[in-house]
């Protein structure tokens, strides 16, 4: 089965923890949990405590816990700047 794929990067002022291709992106939103999908409108958002899950398919690849943070999401690139 083919599966599409967009870019995601997660950063901390620390260090690069995250720079690969996945499905979807699970985001603690500011107004509540949300997920980006592979070719997603374009979006800036505010994120919350909690976990930010990275998909291929239905398989959860990897997560990480935040504290906060933003996200970009453009032209199939999520760039998540976390706490």
Do not use: R, Y
């Not at 950063?11 to 499905?23: R, S």
């Not at 997603?40 to 990275?54: D, F, M, Q, R, W």
């Amino acid at each position: 089965m083919w599966l599409a794929l967009m870019l995601v990067e997660i950063f901390t002022p620390e260090a690069l923890l995250f720079k690969g291709e996945v499905t979807s992106v699970k985001v603690p939103g500011a107004k509540g949990p949300f997920v980006i999908l592979n070719h997603h409108a374009p979006i800036i958002s505010l994120l919350t405590a909690g976990e930010v899950k990275l998909f291929e398919g239905k398989k959860e690849l990897q997560h990480f816990t935040i504290t906060g943070g933003t996200l970009e999401c453009n032209q199939n690139k999520v760039v998540i700047l976390a706490d």
